[in-house]
């Protein structure tokens, strides 16, 4: 299959951003005030979706394979959760609020808690240990507002 002349977007750039997630999520996990992008990767996730952005949504994916793995959360459960809000609760949130701050903040606020609440209600059915959640979330909820309102 070939790339059409209009879509000449290198891929060469895409990998280059993994590669550098990749470096700061492990940056991330050693200083505890880098927030670990998990609000601002579902953003994007929601972004890609709604352009059918299909490179773009896979190579989210991975960032959030990424994610979990360096976190400690079982394989794949973050990117069920975010495509089961983006289906089924985001849809709530448009409705509801006008304002676009406001959605964007919510965005990341569910991304954030609803994973946890997602994540203990998944271990909890499975019997597996659930990956310790610390206060830093509130933080991390903060400093994503900020840089996807830059977005």
Sequence with gaps: MQRS???QKSLRDSFLYIILFIIYESLSSIYLFL????????????????????????LIALCLVIFEAEKGYILFTSIIYLLIAYKFILPKVIQNFNCYSCIKF???FIAYIGFLVFNTLFSN????????????IIY???????????L
């Design 5 to 7: 002349l209009t879509n």
């Design 125 to 136: 059915i499975f019997l597996i240990d659930l990956p310790g959640a610390n206060y830093y």
């Design 140 to 150: 991390y909820i903060v400093i994503e507002f900020f840089i996807v309102s830059l």
């Design 106 to 108: 919510s965005y990341i």
């Design 35 to 58: 927030p670990p992008l998990f609000g601002v990767l579902f953003v994007l996730l929601i972004n890609a979706l709604n352009r059918d952005n299909t490179i773009g949504v896979v």
